[in-house]
Protein backbone atom coordinates (compact mmCIF):
# COMPACT_ATOMS: atom_id res chain seq x y z
CA UNK A 1 0.00 0.00 0.00
CA UNK A 2 1.49 3.12 -0.74
CA UNK A 3 2.20 5.46 2.38
CA UNK A 4 0.05 8.65 2.02
CA UNK A 5 -2.24 6.95 -0.88
CA UNK A 6 -5.76 6.73 -0.73
CA UNK A 7 -5.73 3.06 0.13
CA UNK A 8 -3.82 4.32 3.74
CA UNK A 9 -6.18 6.84 4.13
CA UNK A 10 -8.88 4.68 4.29
CA UNK A 11 -7.51 2.10 6.32
CA UNK A 12 -6.84 5.01 9.38
CA UNK A 13 -9.94 6.08 9.09
CA UNK A 14 -12.12 2.67 8.67
CA UNK A 15 -10.07 0.59 10.91
CA UNK A 16 -9.62 2.48 14.21
CA UNK A 17 -13.60 2.55 15.38
CA UNK A 18 -13.89 -1.37 13.71
CA UNK A 19 -11.08 -2.49 15.50
CA UNK A 20 -12.31 -0.68 18.86
CA UNK A 21 -15.85 -2.21 18.60
CA UNK A 22 -14.03 -6.07 18.12
CA UNK A 23 -11.58 -5.19 21.03
CA UNK A 24 -14.63 -3.85 22.90
CA UNK A 25 -17.08 -7.27 22.15
CA UNK A 26 -14.24 -9.37 22.96
CA UNK A 27 -13.52 -8.05 26.02
CA UNK A 28 -17.78 -8.22 26.73
CA UNK A 29 -17.10 -11.74 26.00
CA UNK A 30 -14.79 -13.05 28.52
CA UNK A 31 -15.84 -14.40 32.17
CA UNK A 32 -12.82 -11.99 33.32
CA UNK A 33 -11.35 -11.52 36.79
CA UNK A 34 -9.61 -8.00 37.42
CA UNK A 35 -7.00 -8.83 40.15
CA UNK A 36 -5.01 -6.58 42.30
CA UNK A 37 -6.19 -3.20 41.06
CA UNK A 38 -8.07 -2.29 43.98
CA UNK A 39 -4.94 -2.35 45.80
CA UNK A 40 -3.91 0.59 43.89
CA UNK A 41 -6.97 2.72 44.45
CA UNK A 42 -5.77 4.10 47.44
CA UNK A 43 -2.84 5.98 45.56
CA UNK A 44 -4.88 6.75 43.02
CA UNK A 45 -6.72 8.76 45.75
CA UNK A 46 -3.86 10.15 47.07
CA UNK A 47 -3.00 11.59 43.71
CA UNK A 48 0.43 9.19 42.79
CA UNK A 49 0.50 8.48 39.67
CA UNK A 50 2.21 5.16 38.01
CA UNK A 51 3.96 3.30 35.52
CA UNK A 52 2.39 0.15 33.68
CA UNK A 53 4.43 -2.82 32.40
CA UNK A 54 2.53 -5.26 30.65
CA UNK A 55 4.23 -7.84 27.78
CA UNK A 56 3.82 -6.79 24.06
CA UNK A 57 1.94 -10.24 23.50
CA UNK A 58 -0.66 -9.32 25.89
CA UNK A 59 -2.07 -6.01 24.92
CA UNK A 60 -4.99 -6.35 23.19
CA UNK A 61 -7.82 -6.16 25.47
CA UNK A 62 -5.29 -4.51 28.24
CA UNK A 63 -7.04 -1.11 27.87
CA UNK A 64 -10.10 -2.53 28.45
CA UNK A 65 -9.47 -3.49 32.13
CA UNK A 66 -7.95 -0.25 33.08
CA UNK A 67 -9.92 1.55 36.26
CA UNK A 68 -7.39 4.64 37.14
CA UNK A 69 -7.36 8.26 36.73
CA UNK A 70 -6.23 7.79 33.05
CA UNK A 71 -3.21 7.01 30.82
CA UNK A 72 -0.54 7.77 28.10
CA UNK A 73 0.52 4.97 25.99
CA UNK A 74 3.99 4.60 24.51
CA UNK A 75 3.40 3.19 21.08
CA UNK A 76 5.80 2.46 18.01
CA UNK A 77 6.38 5.28 15.57
CA UNK A 78 5.94 2.96 12.33
CA UNK A 79 3.28 2.55 10.01
CA UNK A 80 1.57 -0.18 12.23
CA UNK A 81 2.04 1.54 15.48
CA UNK A 82 -0.10 4.75 14.04
CA UNK A 83 -2.78 2.24 13.68
CA UNK A 84 -2.91 1.22 17.18
CA UNK A 85 -2.30 5.19 18.41
CA UNK A 86 -5.69 5.38 16.87
CA UNK A 87 -7.35 2.12 18.08
CA UNK A 88 -6.38 3.77 21.45
CA UNK A 89 -7.96 7.31 20.86
CA UNK A 90 -11.09 5.75 20.29
CA UNK A 91 -10.82 4.43 23.40
CA UNK A 92 -10.01 7.54 25.13
CA UNK A 93 -6.19 7.41 25.39
CA UNK A 94 -3.48 9.47 23.55
CA UNK A 95 -0.31 7.80 22.54
CA UNK A 96 3.29 8.82 22.81
CA UNK A 97 5.12 8.14 20.02
CA UNK A 98 8.64 6.52 19.19
CA UNK A 99 10.57 3.12 20.11
CA UNK A 100 14.08 2.00 20.35
CA UNK A 101 14.23 1.55 16.87
CA UNK A 102 12.64 5.18 15.77
CA UNK A 103 12.52 8.35 17.73
CA UNK A 104 13.42 6.58 21.14
CA UNK A 105 15.43 9.22 22.98
CA UNK A 106 12.34 11.49 21.40
CA UNK A 107 10.00 9.76 22.74
CA UNK A 108 11.89 9.24 26.26
CA UNK A 109 12.09 12.78 26.79
CA UNK A 110 8.10 13.02 26.55
CA UNK A 111 7.81 10.57 28.97
CA UNK A 112 9.93 12.42 31.61
CA UNK A 113 7.94 15.48 30.79
CA UNK A 114 4.62 13.73 31.10
CA UNK A 115 5.69 11.97 34.47
CA UNK A 116 4.98 15.70 35.81
CA UNK A 117 1.66 15.61 34.56
CA UNK A 118 -0.94 14.04 36.13
CA UNK A 119 -1.10 11.29 33.30
CA UNK A 120 0.13 7.58 33.90
CA UNK A 121 2.31 6.22 32.21
CA UNK A 122 1.89 2.79 29.80
CA UNK A 123 4.55 0.39 28.50
CA UNK A 124 5.15 -2.96 26.40
CA UNK A 125 9.44 -3.12 27.47
CA UNK A 126 9.76 -5.85 25.48
CA UNK A 127 8.14 -4.42 22.21
CA UNK A 128 8.50 -3.07 19.38
CA UNK A 129 10.70 -5.74 18.36
CA UNK A 130 11.28 -8.06 21.22
CA UNK A 131 13.35 -10.26 22.44
CA UNK A 132 10.15 -11.58 24.03
CA UNK A 133 9.29 -11.02 27.16
CA UNK A 134 12.92 -9.67 28.13
CA UNK A 135 13.22 -5.91 29.21
CA UNK A 136 14.49 -3.15 27.69
CA UNK A 137 16.23 -1.09 30.82
CA UNK A 138 14.13 2.11 29.68
CA UNK A 139 11.37 2.11 32.11
CA UNK A 140 13.71 1.74 35.02
CA UNK A 141 15.29 4.82 33.78
CA UNK A 142 12.09 6.64 33.46
CA UNK A 143 10.83 5.23 37.07
CA UNK A 144 13.88 6.40 38.35
CA UNK A 145 13.66 10.13 37.05
CA UNK A 146 10.10 10.16 37.38
CA UNK A 147 9.90 8.91 40.43
CA UNK A 148 7.08 6.82 39.67
CA UNK A 149 6.17 3.04 40.64
CA UNK A 150 6.32 0.37 38.31
CA UNK A 151 3.08 -1.64 38.36
CA UNK A 152 3.56 -5.52 36.21
CA UNK A 153 0.52 -6.16 34.28
CA UNK A 154 -0.64 -9.68 32.85
CA UNK A 155 -3.40 -10.61 31.03
CA UNK A 156 -4.08 -14.88 30.46
CA UNK A 157 -7.07 -16.45 28.80
CA UNK A 158 -8.45 -19.99 28.46
CA UNK A 159 -9.30 -19.68 24.96
CA UNK A 160 -7.43 -18.14 21.91
CA UNK A 161 -4.86 -17.97 19.12
CA UNK A 162 -1.09 -17.08 19.07
CA UNK A 163 0.26 -15.75 15.99
CA UNK A 164 3.59 -16.75 14.67
CA UNK A 165 4.74 -13.11 15.29
CA UNK A 166 8.40 -12.41 17.49
CA UNK A 167 5.90 -12.03 20.45
CA UNK A 168 3.71 -14.67 19.90
CA UNK A 169 0.63 -12.38 20.21
CA UNK A 170 -2.22 -13.41 21.38
CA UNK A 171 -5.93 -13.05 20.18
CA UNK A 172 -8.27 -13.87 22.82
CA UNK A 173 -11.17 -15.99 21.47
CA UNK A 174 -14.44 -14.98 22.53
CA UNK A 175 -16.39 -16.99 25.68
CA UNK A 176 -13.27 -17.60 27.30
CA UNK A 177 -11.92 -16.93 30.84
CA UNK A 178 -9.64 -13.87 31.22
CA UNK A 179 -7.97 -13.10 34.42
CA UNK A 180 -6.06 -9.42 33.86
CA UNK A 181 -3.53 -9.19 37.43
CA UNK A 182 -1.87 -6.02 38.46
CA UNK A 183 0.89 -6.45 40.77
CA UNK A 184 2.16 -3.92 43.37
CA UNK A 185 4.30 -0.75 42.15
CA UNK A 186 7.89 -1.70 42.01
CA UNK A 187 10.14 1.22 43.22
CA UNK A 188 14.02 1.37 42.63
CA UNK A 189 15.58 0.85 45.92
CA UNK A 190 18.73 3.48 47.12
CA UNK A 191 21.62 3.17 45.21
CA UNK A 192 20.19 0.46 42.93
CA UNK A 193 21.09 1.00 39.57
CA UNK A 194 18.70 1.13 36.26
CA UNK A 195 19.61 -2.07 35.16
CA UNK A 196 19.43 -4.39 38.78
CA UNK A 197 15.83 -2.35 39.13
CA UNK A 198 15.15 -3.45 35.45
CA UNK A 199 15.91 -7.03 36.31
CA UNK A 200 13.59 -7.04 39.43
CA UNK A 201 11.08 -5.39 37.28
CA UNK A 202 11.13 -8.40 34.65
CA UNK A 203 11.47 -11.20 37.50
CA UNK A 204 8.01 -9.28 38.98
CA UNK A 205 6.49 -9.91 35.07
CA UNK A 206 7.22 -12.80 34.77
CA UNK A 207 6.13 -13.92 38.71
CA UNK A 208 2.82 -11.86 37.98
CA UNK A 209 1.87 -13.74 34.50
CA UNK A 210 2.74 -17.65 36.58
CA UNK A 211 0.14 -15.93 39.22
CA UNK A 212 -2.31 -14.79 36.56
CA UNK A 213 -1.97 -18.57 35.15
CA UNK A 214 -2.76 -20.02 38.73
CA UNK A 215 -5.84 -18.14 38.93
CA UNK A 216 -7.16 -19.44 35.80
CA UNK A 217 -6.07 -22.89 36.63
CA UNK A 218 -8.08 -22.53 39.74
CA UNK A 219 -10.98 -22.33 37.60
CA UNK A 220 -10.11 -25.53 36.30
CA UNK A 221 -8.73 -23.76 32.76
CA UNK A 222 -5.13 -23.78 31.87
CA UNK A 223 -4.06 -20.32 30.01
CA UNK A 224 -3.15 -20.52 26.14
Known amino acids: MKKGGLGERLLLAVAPPLAATIIRLLYASQRREIVGQEGLEPLWAAG ?15 INSYRGPGARILISASRDGELIARVMRCFGYDAVRGSSNRQGRAAFRELVALGKEPFELAITP ?99
Not at 48 to 62: C, P, T, V
Not at 149 to 166: D, L, N
Not at 196 to 222: K, Q, T
Request: glycine share 8%.
Open 48 to 62: ERLIYAFWHDQLLLM
Open 126 to 224: DGPKGPRHQLKPGIAELARLTGRGVVPVSFVCSRGHRFASWDRFLLPYPFGRAVFLYGAPLRPAEREGSEAFAARVEAALIDNEARARACLEAHGVSAV
